[in-house]
Structure formats: C-alpha cells, structure tokens
C-alpha cells in the first residue's frame, strides 16, 4: 500500500488524501506532527525530504515529495479520466494549473500558516498576492464557462482541480475573503459534491446533499 | 477601555517544554509580554517595561497575570493521577473574542453541524436537559449531566457511543470539560481549552487533554483534537458581533444553551468584560 | 446606488451565480446578506446573522425551502421566520426568532434588493444580459474615471468597449456585473470578461493614487 506522511491540517497532505479518496485509492497514513512538534525537521522525515516538507508520498522504490506529482501518480494508476486527455489544449490547461497551484501554495497557504498557526511572514504581501491568484483563477472558471465547462481544464474534473481547490477553499483561514468570487463559489461546491469527497477541518460538509431527517422527539 | 477584573485572573501565554532562552514574544490583553527560561531553566514573563510577572508551571503551560491574582491557580487534580496521557495540542490563533472561543467549548448542540460523523450526526441533534450551577464555594461555573450521542467520541473509541460530559468554568478564559473515557468507563477524560487572550477580538488557543489511552500514538491525539478545533475555528471568526455580547436580547438561547447563560451571567457578574459587548449595538 | 437615493433597487448578484438549493453572501448599504434560491428557485434575502449566536447564514445551507445555519441547524422559511431548532426537535420555535428580510426582484437575469420602498420594478438593461460580477476595490467614482465615462441614475454605465452595471458595496468597494448584447460572441464575451480585468485594475490604481492625495 501506498505510505502518506500526512499531517491532518495541511491543504496540499489534504490534495493526496482526497485524490486517493475520489480515486478508491487506500492509503497507508503515518502522522507526521507538524505542529507543535516540527517533526518535519527531524532526522527521519528530512532523510526522506532534505526540503522538510510534507507530504511524502512512498510506494516501493517510488519516493514523491511533490503534491502535484503524487496526484499524478494516483490518477494514473487508478482513474486515468482525471489527467489530460488527447486534446493538446485540455493538457496545456491541466499543467497550466498544476503549475499555478504553486502560488496559491506560497500566498493563500502562507498567508494561512501565519494566521493560524503563527509561522513567519509579511501577512499584507501574501494577502494581497492570494487576492491576485483568486482573481486569476476566477476569470479562468469564467471563460471555462463560456466554453460550456464547468472544471479548471475540462468539462470534467481533473488533478488540475485538485491541485487548487484545498488552499482555496481554505483561503478565509489566512484571512483572505472568498465572497466576491462567484465563480469559484459554484465550481467549490461541483467539487464539494462529487462522489466521494472528503473533507478536511475548516471545510464543512454540505448538509443540503443529505435530506432533511425525521423530527425524532423524545430521545434518541 | 479598561481590563478591569480580568486583569488579575491568570493566562496561558506558551508551551512550557517548548520555551528557550530567546523565549516567545506575545502579547497578554494587548500589553506585549515575553515568555522565556532563565538561566536556570525556569519559566519567566516579562512585560515591555521589564517588570517580571507572576509565572506558574501547570498543565503543560506557562501561566501569568498582569495584576495581582487573588486566588492560586486552579487545581486540576487529574493531572497529578498516574497512568494518565498528557497532550500539548499547540497554540491555534483565531480571530474572535476569547470569551466566544469558550462560550463555544461549552456547548454541544453544535456536534452534529460543525464536528459532523466525529461528535455527532444528524438525525441525533436533540439535547436533552442537563444541570448547570455556579458553586459558590469554588466560584466556577459547572455543567453535569450532559450527554450527546456521538459517532466517534474519541480516538480510542470505535463506533458510535452515548457519551456523558461536566463542563467546568474555572476561569474567564479557561475551560475543562470531563468526558466519557472509551478504555477506562469508570474515570473521565479530560480535555480543555486555555485561552490566552491577546486582544479583546483576538486570541492564542492552547488545547490541552489528560487521558487514559494507552494505545494511540501521540501525534495522533494531538491531531484528533486539531481537527475538532479547526473546525470550530472557521464558526469563531464568522460570529458578529466579534465580541460576546453580555446584554439580554441581542442573542437568543433555548433550554440547550443553559451552560452559554450561566458563563454569559457569571462573567457578567465579576465584571469580565474583557473581549465582551455591554450595550447592544 | 450611484445617485444616492434613499429608495432604490441594488443589484447584488447575477442569477445564475446562484442557482437552486444555494446561498451566498451580498451586500447592500444596509450591512452583509445571506442571499438564497430554494429547491423550489424562490430567492429570498436575509441579514447575514442568525438570531441565535450571532453567526453569518451564508455560510449556511438550503433544504428545500429553508435556510439553515451552519452552526446549530436552526432553519428559516423565506419571511425570515424561524422553522426548526434541531437541538429541540419537539419544539414549535417562538415567533421571536426570526432574521431581518429584505424584498428581492429577479429580472433580466440580475438579482435586485430592495432598500427602502422603491416605486415601481428594477430598471430593465434593454437589450443587455450579464457576464459576470466582480468586486473592485475602488468605489464608483475611480470606475467612471478609468472607463472614461459616468455611470447613470440606475448605475448603468455604457463605455464603447464595455457596458457595467455598478453597486457599490461599501465605501471604497464596488460590486461591477459585466453586461454584453445578448447576441455577443463566444468569443466576444470572453473579450468582455478579460476586460474588466484590466478596467477594475485601473480603477484600483486611481483609487489608491486619489488616497494617497
């Protein structure tokens, strides 16, 4: 099986746990205490990592430290539909994002780290550059629309999707607003309600997918 | 504006194993403070002035006061029973009231929305009646009774179980709650929340847990109680106002929310009002 | 409102930003909005607060035809009247639990609120469809100074390359929905959408500069 170092509150872990959950893939979890402890640091993981981060993706021979790559991996090994296609275009789109997903990384996740976790950095500068990439990537949703797909590289969801949607979603963690995107709203909650989805702490499940239980007064 | 009486309650301000000589700069109801370790490796609190400040060593955390504490420390006696797991969860900083941030750990109509399939789940929402008092002799609001069904009450349980809960004020910002232990039905776990309160609208969270779990690695109980935090953390910094309002009115309670009624009373009763709301606004 | 009257209708969202089942947050003068379309595609607005504890309802959800907050599940019908307490499920809520409502107009794919009583219906676009909202961080004055031209009474603002309807959100804030003719090109409303890009980045750039005066 597949190992993930995987620390629970970190959105790029959370990129591989959900992959391999849209995918049916099992993974093999080992905790990796990120905070407090900064066992990333260690001996034992920077062996793996020399760059301290997570996650770190292990199967066999196979040692992946980039999130990206790790999604690439498991859709190719589980559910090929989620990389590009033939299309030169759609697999120009998918590396488009896959790179670009890198600054929502560095601006919305740092901005994140420092909010919440109290890590160092300038907070107006990664606000203000998370605010840039959201418009980016709002206008791209847009036009995607216009070309009558619903998905960052397709009509279909693709690692492109993945690689973005957690610091997105997360971006009010780092105090950066998600109101004023619409059409990132809509394509949030397209990837929020596909079949097997999994959340993370800080995103809600959406309860309207479920029906409105029975009143049960008097006790459970 | 004025801390009042709060001012000389005590705070948590850091992880004590986690302190070095250059120590942590932080700041204690907007006064900046620094937490470091001496020479001899003991705790010390400093504020911008240099004045040294009361410091305590309990529960994991360094604590302090601005003012003169009248009363010691509280006693949490279960952090002195052997066999029990103490879990430093680490600071998570959230942009509320530090009085919101525990009005919210007492209450647990919330499970089934927030803390979805972990400490609850539609269709078992109701709350069934609890007792809540202020003991007078100890001055701490108390909570007994309380039970909720809850699909994963812990990391050491497996399934769902009913799971019963006392809920403890034992000071403006601290919290304890006691809690079915899964391993061991006769002792109660406890899980708390001290809250360090920066800014009236602004606080440092230290989570804090002494269990019977013999089984699970650590950083997977630390990671358990990040989750229910963080997902907590996300309701806190979208309540309006920021601050808890103390005055009748502009916040509705039912029978579910008696705990949030008392604390909301005795804070008001104490004049803690630091990071509260008097007049509706 | 660019005109400031005290009775208006604001155009706070596009119709298809909120499709069936949704909510999400707008904004008029009056404070934050939980706006939502129920199963049934009825669109109501409330204040953005739930009576309870004080937490945003756009962060809620939409079951059938009720609002629920995210928080404790407690669910509003559309007049803003409490329906359900999930933590008593017996209980028949107090009519005292209820959020503020505001009217809502849907027309010519534009969601429009009410503020005050405003005579007749929302202005009609005549001929015009939306694009897409974006918010600029400029208000409607710096807009007019980087389109080069004023907006109208209605907040209808028509540059040659570009044809916006303006909202203004809060001081310094502006809500734009992008409009096209409704024969446009695919290619010309994608044309449209990347410039309001380059026109709000301009707008936010005289924003700043006239701050820095």
Partial sequence: ?220 | MTVGPMLDEWYPVGIFGQLDEAGRKTMLMDEPIVVARDGNGDAKVTDSSGRILPVRVRYGHVWTSLGEPKKELFAIPEADQPGRRFVDVGVVRVRCSPLRAVENFLDIAHFPFVHTDILGAEPHTEVQAYKVEIREDVDEVWATQVQFYQPQAAKSASGGITTQYMYRVAGPTSTVLYKTCPPRPSEWDVITLFVQPLAEDLCDVWPWMALFDDDTPMTDLIHFQQTIFLQDRSILENQVPRLLPLDPGMEMPTRADLTSVAYRRWLKRHNYTYGAQLVAQ | ?213
């Fill in chain 1, 1 to 220: 099986m597949m190992k993930l170092y995987d620390y629970i509150l970190s959105p790029s872990c959370y990129k591989v746990r959900l992959m391999a959950a849209l995918t049916g893939v099992k993974l093999d979890l080992r905790a990796v205490d990120f905070h407090p402890g900064l066992e990333h640091r260690g001996p034992e993981l920077l062996a793996l990592n020399p760059a301290g981060s997570i996650p770190i993706l292990e199967d066999g021979d196979l040692l992946l430290t980039e999130s990206s790559a790790m999604l690439v991996y498991l859709a190719a090994k589980a559910a090929p539909g989620w990389l590009a296609g033939s299309d030169a275009e759609e697999a120009a789109r998918v590396q488009q994002w896959l790179s670009f997903s890198g600054r929502l990384t560095a601006s919305l996740g740092g901005a994140r780290l420092h909010e919440m976790l109290l890590r160092p950095g300038d907070i107006g500068v990664l606000q203000s550059q998370g605010i840039a990439a959201l418009r980016e990537l709002e206008l791209g949703l847009v036009e995607q629309a216009e070309r009558g797909k619903r998905f960052l590289a397709a009509d279909r969801p693709t690692v492109a999707d993945i690689a973005c949607f957690p610091y997105v979603a997360l971006a009010p963690d780092g105090g950066v607003s998600l109101d004023p995107y619409p059409a990132i709203r809509l394509w949030s909650r397209a990837l929020r309600s596909l079949k097997g989805f999994i959340e993370m702490p800080g995103i809600h499940r959406l309860h309207e997918l479920k029906p409105e239980p029975q009143l049960e007064a008097g006790g459970a």
């Fill in chain 3, 1 to 213: 409102m660019p005109s400031g009257t005290a009775s208006s209708w604001v155009p706070v969202a596009l119709s298809s930003d909120l499709p069936s089942g949704t909510v999400m947050p707008a904004r008029i003068p009056a404070g934050p909005l939980a706006l939502w379309r129920s199963q049934s595609g009825h669109v109501a607005a409330s204040a953005d607060r739930c009576p309870h504890r004080g937490m945003s309802l756009s962060h809620g959800f939409v079951r059938g035809e009720t609002l629920s907050c995210i928080y404790h599940g407690w669910s509003y019908g559309q007049a803003g009247n409490c329906l359900r307490i999930p933590a008593h499920p017996g209980l028949t809520p107090p009519e005292a639990i209820r959020t503020v409502t505001h009217p809502v107009a849907e027309a010519d794919g534009v969601i429009w609120i009410a503020v005050g009583e405003p005579a007749g219906t929302p202005p009609a676009l005549a001929g015009l469809v939306p694009l897409r909202s974006l918010a600029a961080f400029a208000g409607i004055a710096a807009i007019e100074a980087a389109a080069g031209t004023r907006a109208n009474a209605a907040g209808l603002l028509e540059a040659e390359d570009i044809r916006l309807l303006l909202s203004s959100a809060r001081e310094g804030e502006t809500l734009i929905h992008v409009l096209v003719e409704a024969d446009a090109s695919p290619a010309a409303r994608i044309a449209a959408a990347r410039a309001a890009e380059g026109l709000r980045r301009k707008a936010e750039d005289f924003q700043k500069k006239g701050a820095a005066r």
